[in-house]
């Protein structure tokens, strides 16, 4: 069955049924993930539109006269407000993503402060990651999101919590502006900023009457394209079905989780697979539930402490060959890497380098010299899982 946009029969029957009953009953213990959001922000672009529209109507129409209390002409006031009304179009982004903790409680996924409704939710499906697991959730209102993990152990979980079936539901669906649309409204909101300046320009400075026409009406026109542009743009998004769409182009987290979901989808495999058999070191060495603090704080313990010595502990060469596997958790990684550093001299830089290539400024944190465990905790928690949706 097909997810149909703005419709309530948007779930197929047995994935209703999870979400209606178990799903709603169930309290699940919160995984901590990475949001990228599909959705824009688009409030700051109404306030603007919408305010200079009407200012630029009230100008034309001697309702409003800002130019005389700001001491400049009536063509200037024209010129800057109508200028805000077709750029107000373009003032709307998605936001950056950020770090938090993904529970279930009641009938809704709580990402933080965001809740998202079982019912408006347009399915969910997981996809392997050159590091970690992407999580897909389609949504009905602000297209969806992807929640990136560390582990398989927390897709799963999460979509337990959810109440769906590794690996996701059959289908899921997201609307997002296409990049035709974005291109057109880019365009004719950059071409009625740049004939309502021209026009205040020639006409108020220039004293050219003559191209009233030729700078004053295209500046109108736009405004009102831009405008209509912006109020449709909900009816103008592309609907996208993970594993059915066309090859996706372009390098932003969202295109990237998308090309993901479409290459590199979760297979179903039994739950014995869920983690690759690991030696004690690297297990030893691995955060598991621990608190980055706590972990932190452990694996100093072992660095300063005369036990590192003993024949159980990891020697200098198992601690790079952890370091090296990109299989290996990435704590354990890091915590291999902090071990050398700390205990055995020092890592060597090239070392450093390739770790750094995957892991990012967490390699930068577990070694800084005079971090204190707090300061280097909060900074790994707020870098959040390690992702990677590059699977090459």
Known sequence: MRYTLGREDWRPAGHARVMSSAGVARTGEGVIVRVVD?????WLGWLVSVSAGLGTA????????????LAISKVWSFGIAAALWAGGTLLQWRPRPWVTSATVRGNSLHLGRRKIRFGHMLGVKVARGGRGFSVAIGERRRGGQFLEVERE???????????????????????IRGDLSRSIQQLVGTIGIVSALSYAV??????????????GLPALVAGILASILFLGQSFMRSVVRLGEQRPVEGHDPVKEHLRLHQTSAA????PAALEPSAGPHVRFLDQGKETTRAWLERVDTV???????????????????????????????????????????????????????????????????????????????????????RTD
Not at 38 to 42: F, L, T
Not at 162 to 170: F, I, K, N, R, Y
Not at 267 to 270: A, I, L, R, T
Not at 315 to 330: K, N
């Open 38 to 42: 599909v959705g824009e922000r688009r």
């Open 58 to 69: 009230a100008i034309m129409l001697d309702l409003w006269s800002p130019h005389d209390a």
């Open 153 to 175: 152990l927390e897709a799963r979980r999460l979509c337990e919590q959810l109440g769906v079936t590794w690996p996701g539901t059959s289908a899921c669906t997201f609307a």
């Open 202 to 215: 020639a006409i108020g400075r220039l004293d050219a009457p003559d191209l009233n026409a030729f700078f």
């Open 267 to 270: 297979s179903v495999e039994p």
């Open 303 to 389: 660095a300063r402490s005369r036990d590192a010595y003993r024949s159980d502990a990891p020697t200098a060469e198992e601690l790079r060959q952890i370091v090296e596997s990109e299989a290996a958790p990435a704590q354990a990684r890091l915590g291999a890497l902090r071990l050398l550093e700390r205990r055995h001299g020092g890592a060597p830089d090239d070392l450093r380098d390739r770790v750094a290539s995957d892991l990012g400024r967490r390699v930068r944190i577990v070694l800084a010299p005079d971090a204190s465990l707090d300061d280097a905790a909060d900074e790994l928690e707020a870098l959040g899982p390690a992702f990677r949706a």
